[in-house]
Protein backbone atom coordinates (compact mmCIF):
# COMPACT_ATOMS: atom_id res chain seq x y z
CA UNK A 1 0.00 0.00 0.00
CA UNK A 2 1.96 3.29 -1.58
CA UNK A 3 -0.77 5.97 -0.51
CA UNK A 4 -0.17 8.87 -2.59
CA UNK A 5 2.97 8.62 -5.09
CA UNK A 6 3.97 11.63 -7.31
CA UNK A 7 6.76 11.84 -9.93
CA UNK A 8 9.00 13.00 -10.55
CA UNK A 9 10.44 14.19 -7.31
CA UNK A 10 12.24 17.34 -8.76
CA UNK A 11 12.39 18.92 -12.35
CA UNK A 12 13.84 22.11 -13.47
CA UNK A 13 12.54 23.67 -16.43
CA UNK A 14 13.18 26.64 -18.72
CA UNK A 15 10.96 29.77 -19.22
CA UNK A 16 8.42 28.21 -21.62
CA UNK A 17 8.45 24.77 -21.56
CA UNK A 18 5.99 22.69 -20.36
CA UNK A 19 5.54 19.71 -18.15
CA UNK A 20 3.19 17.25 -16.34
CA UNK A 21 3.29 16.32 -12.56
CA UNK A 22 1.70 12.70 -12.22
CA UNK A 23 -0.30 11.70 -9.08
CA UNK A 24 -1.59 8.45 -7.90
CA UNK A 25 -3.24 6.86 -5.24
CA UNK A 26 -4.32 3.33 -3.97
CA UNK A 27 -6.46 4.06 -1.60
CA UNK A 28 -9.56 3.95 -3.33
CA UNK A 29 -9.98 8.12 -2.36
CA UNK A 30 -12.84 9.62 -4.61
CA UNK A 31 -11.21 13.57 -3.89
CA UNK A 32 -7.82 14.44 -4.95
CA UNK A 33 -6.21 17.72 -4.97
CA UNK A 34 -3.13 19.68 -6.11
CA UNK A 35 -1.33 22.38 -3.92
CA UNK A 36 1.83 24.29 -4.16
CA UNK A 37 3.97 24.96 -1.18
CA UNK A 38 6.08 28.68 -0.96
CA UNK A 39 8.32 29.76 1.75
CA UNK A 40 5.96 31.88 4.51
CA UNK A 41 2.74 31.07 2.58
CA UNK A 42 1.72 27.38 3.57
CA UNK A 43 -0.20 25.28 1.23
CA UNK A 44 -2.61 26.54 -1.57
CA UNK A 45 -4.58 24.55 -3.24
CA UNK A 46 -4.47 25.28 -7.12
CA UNK A 47 -7.46 22.58 -8.52
CA UNK A 48 -8.91 20.07 -6.92
CA UNK A 49 -11.29 17.01 -8.19
CA UNK A 50 -14.20 16.04 -5.89
CA UNK A 51 -15.06 12.72 -7.97
CA UNK A 52 -14.01 11.02 -10.98
CA UNK A 53 -14.90 13.00 -13.74
CA UNK A 54 -15.03 16.33 -12.05
CA UNK A 55 -12.59 19.07 -11.59
CA UNK A 56 -12.94 22.40 -10.13
CA UNK A 57 -10.32 25.68 -9.60
CA UNK A 58 -8.72 26.87 -6.17
CA UNK A 59 -7.18 29.48 -5.26
CA UNK A 60 -4.45 29.61 -7.29
CA UNK A 61 -5.18 28.05 -10.36
CA UNK A 62 -3.93 30.54 -13.11
CA UNK A 63 -1.22 28.62 -15.19
CA UNK A 64 -2.15 25.62 -14.61
CA UNK A 65 -4.42 22.46 -15.93
CA UNK A 66 -5.60 19.36 -14.80
CA UNK A 67 -6.73 16.08 -15.63
CA UNK A 68 -8.34 13.39 -13.28
CA UNK A 69 -7.44 10.11 -15.87
CA UNK A 70 -9.33 7.67 -13.69
CA UNK A 71 -10.33 7.34 -10.03
CA UNK A 72 -6.64 6.39 -9.05
CA UNK A 73 -4.84 9.45 -11.21
CA UNK A 74 -4.89 12.92 -11.14
CA UNK A 75 -1.98 15.01 -13.01
CA UNK A 76 -1.23 18.64 -13.01
CA UNK A 77 0.03 20.37 -16.36
CA UNK A 78 2.45 23.54 -16.60
CA UNK A 79 1.72 24.78 -20.05
CA UNK A 80 4.00 27.23 -20.48
CA UNK A 81 5.98 27.28 -17.18
CA UNK A 82 7.26 30.74 -15.52
CA UNK A 83 9.87 31.63 -12.92
CA UNK A 84 6.29 32.15 -10.66
CA UNK A 85 5.79 28.73 -10.70
CA UNK A 86 8.82 27.73 -8.87
CA UNK A 87 7.76 25.62 -5.97
CA UNK A 88 6.96 22.50 -4.18
CA UNK A 89 3.77 20.83 -5.41
CA UNK A 90 1.69 18.39 -3.29
CA UNK A 91 -0.70 15.82 -4.55
CA UNK A 92 -3.30 14.79 -1.60
CA UNK A 93 -6.49 12.27 -1.99
CA UNK A 94 -9.47 11.92 0.88
CA UNK A 95 -12.32 10.12 1.11
CA UNK A 96 -15.19 11.78 0.70
CA UNK A 97 -18.59 10.02 2.55
CA UNK A 98 -21.84 11.78 3.18
CA UNK A 99 -19.96 15.05 2.38
CA UNK A 100 -18.41 15.16 5.52
CA UNK A 101 -14.54 16.08 5.31
CA UNK A 102 -12.02 12.79 6.46
CA UNK A 103 -8.10 13.52 6.45
CA UNK A 104 -6.07 14.19 3.32
CA UNK A 105 -3.45 11.91 2.65
CA UNK A 106 -0.17 14.16 0.80
CA UNK A 107 2.02 12.57 -1.24
CA UNK A 108 6.02 13.40 -0.80
CA UNK A 109 5.97 16.31 -3.36
CA UNK A 110 7.79 17.61 -6.81
CA UNK A 111 9.80 20.07 -6.26
CA UNK A 112 10.02 22.30 -9.57
CA UNK A 113 12.66 25.06 -10.36
CA UNK A 114 11.53 27.22 -13.22
CA UNK A 115 14.82 29.20 -14.70
CA UNK B 1 -13.47 32.57 0.77
CA UNK B 2 -11.91 31.43 3.90
CA UNK B 3 -8.92 33.12 5.49
CA UNK B 4 -6.63 31.12 8.05
CA UNK B 5 -4.30 33.25 10.41
CA UNK B 6 -1.62 31.02 12.57
CA UNK B 7 0.65 32.07 15.37
CA UNK B 8 3.19 32.56 15.96
CA UNK B 9 5.78 31.87 12.70
CA UNK B 10 8.46 30.10 14.98
CA UNK B 11 8.18 28.59 18.11
CA UNK B 12 11.16 27.21 20.28
CA UNK B 13 10.76 25.95 23.34
CA UNK B 14 13.05 23.76 26.00
CA UNK B 15 12.53 19.54 26.05
CA UNK B 16 9.75 18.78 28.20
CA UNK B 17 7.80 22.17 27.84
CA UNK B 18 4.47 22.62 26.57
CA UNK B 19 3.86 24.25 23.23
CA UNK B 20 0.87 26.33 21.77
CA UNK B 21 0.17 27.18 18.54
CA UNK B 22 -2.99 29.08 17.44
CA UNK B 23 -5.10 29.89 14.62
CA UNK B 24 -7.84 32.41 13.75
CA UNK B 25 -10.56 31.37 10.82
CA UNK B 26 -13.12 33.82 9.02
CA UNK B 27 -15.54 31.62 7.73
CA UNK B 28 -18.46 30.71 10.16
CA UNK B 29 -19.30 27.89 8.24
CA UNK B 30 -16.41 26.25 8.66
CA UNK B 31 -16.97 22.99 10.65
CA UNK B 32 -13.59 21.11 10.42
CA UNK B 33 -10.25 21.95 12.07
CA UNK B 34 -7.32 19.64 11.33
CA UNK B 35 -3.70 19.69 11.88
CA UNK B 36 -0.79 18.89 10.28
CA UNK B 37 2.54 18.07 10.73
CA UNK B 38 5.38 18.59 8.24
CA UNK B 39 8.76 16.98 8.45
CA UNK B 40 11.71 18.80 6.36
CA UNK B 41 10.95 17.14 2.71
CA UNK B 42 7.92 15.45 3.31
CA UNK B 43 4.53 15.93 3.02
CA UNK B 44 1.92 17.19 5.60
CA UNK B 45 0.66 14.44 8.09
CA UNK B 46 -2.51 14.60 9.43
CA UNK B 47 -2.06 14.58 13.86
CA UNK B 48 -5.46 15.66 15.11
CA UNK B 49 -8.47 16.87 13.49
CA UNK B 50 -11.94 18.24 15.24
CA UNK B 51 -15.12 19.01 13.96
CA UNK B 52 -17.17 22.18 15.51
CA UNK B 53 -19.45 19.79 17.38
CA UNK B 54 -16.57 19.49 19.75
CA UNK B 55 -14.75 21.99 21.66
CA UNK B 56 -11.56 20.09 22.82
CA UNK B 57 -10.21 16.78 21.84
CA UNK B 58 -7.03 15.00 23.04
CA UNK B 59 -4.53 12.41 21.58
CA UNK B 60 -1.98 11.45 24.13
CA UNK B 61 0.39 14.32 24.36
CA UNK B 62 -1.24 16.37 21.96
CA UNK B 63 -4.50 18.40 22.16
CA UNK B 64 -6.54 20.58 20.12
CA UNK B 65 -9.01 23.68 21.18
CA UNK B 66 -12.02 24.71 19.21
CA UNK B 67 -14.05 28.73 20.30
CA UNK B 68 -16.63 28.67 17.68
CA UNK B 69 -17.47 31.96 18.91
CA UNK B 70 -14.76 33.21 18.62
CA UNK B 71 -13.50 31.68 15.71
CA UNK B 72 -10.07 30.62 16.84
CA UNK B 73 -8.37 27.11 17.59
CA UNK B 74 -5.14 26.15 19.59
CA UNK B 75 -2.98 22.90 19.17
CA UNK B 76 -1.27 21.93 22.64
CA UNK B 77 2.01 20.13 22.73
CA UNK B 78 3.02 19.09 26.24
CA UNK B 79 6.13 17.62 27.31
CA UNK B 80 7.89 18.36 24.38
CA UNK B 81 10.37 15.80 23.20
CA UNK B 82 12.78 16.46 19.65
CA UNK B 83 11.21 14.27 17.28
CA UNK B 84 8.35 17.09 17.67
CA UNK B 85 10.56 19.78 15.73
CA UNK B 86 8.42 20.05 12.54
CA UNK B 87 6.59 22.97 10.73
CA UNK B 88 2.75 22.93 12.05
CA UNK B 89 0.05 24.15 10.30
CA UNK B 90 -3.90 24.48 11.10
CA UNK B 91 -6.11 24.45 8.76
CA UNK B 92 -10.23 24.55 8.19
CA UNK B 93 -12.56 23.31 5.71
CA UNK B 94 -16.83 23.49 5.31
CA UNK B 95 -18.61 20.48 4.28
CA UNK B 96 -19.41 20.12 1.11
CA UNK B 97 -17.62 22.14 -2.25
CA UNK B 98 -14.86 19.75 -2.66
CA UNK B 99 -13.84 19.70 0.91
CA UNK B 100 -11.44 21.94 0.08
CA UNK B 101 -8.87 23.45 3.20
CA UNK B 102 -7.75 26.42 3.67
CA UNK B 103 -4.52 26.37 5.33
CA UNK B 104 -2.43 28.56 7.91
CA UNK B 105 1.41 29.73 7.05
CA UNK B 106 2.72 27.66 9.67
CA UNK B 107 4.63 27.05 12.68
CA UNK B 108 8.19 26.07 12.73
CA UNK B 109 8.49 24.51 16.40
CA UNK B 110 12.22 23.53 17.25
CA UNK B 111 12.29 21.56 20.48
CA UNK B 112 15.73 22.09 22.26
CA UNK B 113 17.50 19.70 24.13
Known amino acids: NAGVTQTPKFQVLKTGQSMTLQCAQD?????MYWYRQDPGMGLRLIYYSASEGTTDKGEVPNGYNVSRLNKREFSLRLESAAPSQTSVYFC??????????????FGPGTRLTVT | GENVEQHPSTLSVQEGDSAVIKCTYS??????FPWYKQELGKGPQLIIDIRSNVGEKKDQRIAVTLNKTAKHFSLHITETQPEDSAVYFCAASRTGGGNKLTFGTGTQLKVEL
Open chain 1, 92 to 105: ASSEALRGLQYEQY
Open chain 2, 27 to 32: DSASNY
Open chain 1, 27 to 31: MNHNS
